[in-house]
């Protein structure tokens, strides 16, 4: 088990940029994958995209490809998400999200960094 900690969400205008990170701390050494998540006011919680710890493949909803990059470093045990040309639709809280098995099953969640971006 890890406990994940985001930060640096805030507010920023359309077409402006923002990097989240999650930095991971206990057993890091069982993780497979790292995913972001996000929720909007009044709607379900959306696959960002994910980045399998060991080798650093990464995986994107159709939403953000192109824009957001996700990347981490093991040395830190911290994962980013670089957050391009945003859109006020990407207005959510963003949640970083533990995964321990190819299985898609994530079990253990942040506390969530919030990002607003004004039109």
């Known amino acids: 088990q890890v406990q994940l900690a985001e930060s640096g969400g805030g507010l920023v205008q359309a077409g402006g940029s923002l990097r989240l990170s999650c930095a991971a701390s206990?057993?890091?050494?069982?993780?497979?994958?790292m995913g972001w998540f996000r929720q909007a006011p009044g709607k379900g919680r959306e696959f960002v995209g994910s980045?399998?710890?060991?080798?650093?493949?990464?995986n994107y909803a159709d939403s953000v490809k192109g824009r957001f990059t996700i990347s981490r470093d093991n040395a830190k045990n911290t994962v980013y998400l670089q957050m391009n040309s945003l859109k006020p639709e990407d207005t959510a809280a963003y949640y970083c999200?533990?995964?321990?098995?190819?299985?898609?099953?994530?079990?253990?969640w942040g506390q969530g960094t919030q990002v607003t971006v004004s039109s």
């Open positions: 999200a533990a995964r321990y098995t190819a299985a898609n099953i994530y079990r253990d």
């Open positions: 206990g057993r890091t050494s069982s993780l497979y994958t």
């Open positions: 980045v399998r710890w060991s080798g650093g493949s990464t």
